[in-house]
């Protein structure tokens, strides 16, 4: 499957955004999607995931309450809304697809991903 993310961009602190990623090549039904970030001179970090069946969510504890995953299956296209942004969540942001899932299962780390987007940054000034 391939992944695509778009709508990054360079927004002030306190404002929202929503990114996208669009897949090609299969269907979401039995993949996880995730959302990680990372920003320059750290490691890749969590920050959303949701199962295909959209029964399980989970969130990292910093974005918790400012950002909501979802997902539309018929367009097989996951969506992060990013809301109240702050500088420290300026960052590539990419999103993730992992195969062979069941319908409550997500995934908070990196490595249970196989599929990888190419990254969408987002900027926020203070």
């Known amino acids: 499957v391939q992944l695509v993310e778009s709508g990054g961009g360079l927004v002030q602190a306190g404002d929202s955004l929503r990114l996208t990623c669009e897949a090609s090549?299969?269907?979401?039904?039995?993949?996880?999607l995730g959302w990680f970030r990372q920003a320059p001179g750290k490691e890749r970090e969590f920050v959303a995931t949701?199962?295909?069946?959209?029964?399980?969510?989970a969130y990292a504890d910093s974005v918790k309450g400012r950002v909501s995953i979802s997902i539309d299956n018929a367009r097989n296209t996951v969506y992060l809304q990013m809301n109240n942004l702050q500088p420290e969540d300026t960052a590539t942001y990419y999103c993730?697809?992992?195969?062979?899932?069941?319908?409550?299962?997500?995934?908070?780390?990196?490595?249970?991903?196989?599929?990888w987007g190419q990254g969408t940054q987002v900027t926020v000034s203070s």
């Open positions: 993730a697809a992992r195969p062979k899932s069941t319908i409550t299962q997500t995934a908070t780390h990196a490595r249970l991903y196989n599929y």
């Open positions: 090549g299969r269907a979401f039904s039995s993949y996880t």
């Open positions: 949701k199962s295909w069946g959209g029964v399980a969510t």
